[in-house]
């Protein structure tokens, strides 16, 4: 079955860039999606279509997917960005989520 | 407003099967434009998609899952649900429904229910 892979965490200085990568065989020939929760709410979507932000969602969050990497970045971190992040992609009409990466903004 | 919301039993005891609806409501479950999901989230774990539904009644499913998962649609109510057989502990977690806009097409989970915590225990 195929699998996505996310680091469990990811720390980043206010102000700073944080970057989570999500790896999957030939993920860049896939669609890419990135979603953030936040304790004790449901996730919501910040990327679509690989790079798309939704309606709502900061200019800060961007996204790229190539090769077997999709990267999520975060510019400007600020402490309200400190949430779960988890890609999520499509194989083979199945749904597969990356296994979430904690990004703490120290 | 897009609104989804998660209904049924919070405990289950194990060998049962699991019930849940999802209501949605402000749009309408038989658009061609989106597939409705089940995500579940195991305490203090990650995502797992359960499988989606297509108005139409076509499904698709987690294969790690198939064999015990149904997913049904009701448009005359605005209703989709689950139904998960065998239940044991090991399937306690917050039970999501979703919608997806448009399977495989990239648009992915845009909107989401609050989710509801069904508790596996005797």
């Known amino acids: 079955s195929y699998e996505l892979t996310q680091p469990p965490s990811v720390s980043v200085s206010p102000g700073q860039t944080a970057s989570i990568a999500c790896s999957g065989d030939?993920?860049?020939?896939?669609?890419t999606c990135w979603y953030q929760q936040k304790p004790g709410q449901s996730p919501v979507q910040v990327i679509y279509?690989?790079?798309k932000r939704p309606s709502g969602i900061p200019e800060r969050f961007s996204a790229s997917n190539s090769g077997n990497t999709a990267t999520l970045t975060i510019s400007g971190t600020q402490a309200m960005d400190e949430a779960d992040y988890y890609c999520?992609?499509?194989?083979?009409?199945?749904?597969?989520f990356g296994g979430g990466t904690k990004l703490t903004v120290l | 407003q897009l609104q989804l919301q998660e209904s049924g039993p919070g405990l289950v005891k194990p060998s049962e099967t699991l019930s849940l609806a999802c209501t949605v409501s402000g749009g309408s479950i038989s658009s061609r434009s989106y597939y409705w999901g089940w995500i579940r989230q195991p305490p203090g774990k990650g995502l797992e998609w359960i499988g989606n539904?297509?108005?139409?009644?076509?499904?698709y499913y987690n294969p790690s899952l198939q064999s015990r998962v149904t997913i049904s649609v009701d448009t005359s109510k605005s209703q989709f649900s689950l139904k998960l057989t065998s239940v044991t502990a090991a399937d306690t977690a917050v039970y999501y429904c979703a919608r997806e806009g448009g399977g495989g097409g990239g648009s992915g989970f845009d909107s989401w229910g609050q989710g509801t915590l069904v508790t596996v225990s005797s």
């Open positions: 999520q992609a499509w194989d083979s009409s199945t749904v597969v």
């Open positions: 279509q690989d790079t």
């Open positions: 030939e993920l860049g020939n896939k669609y």
């Open positions: 539904i297509y108005y139409s009644g076509s499904t």
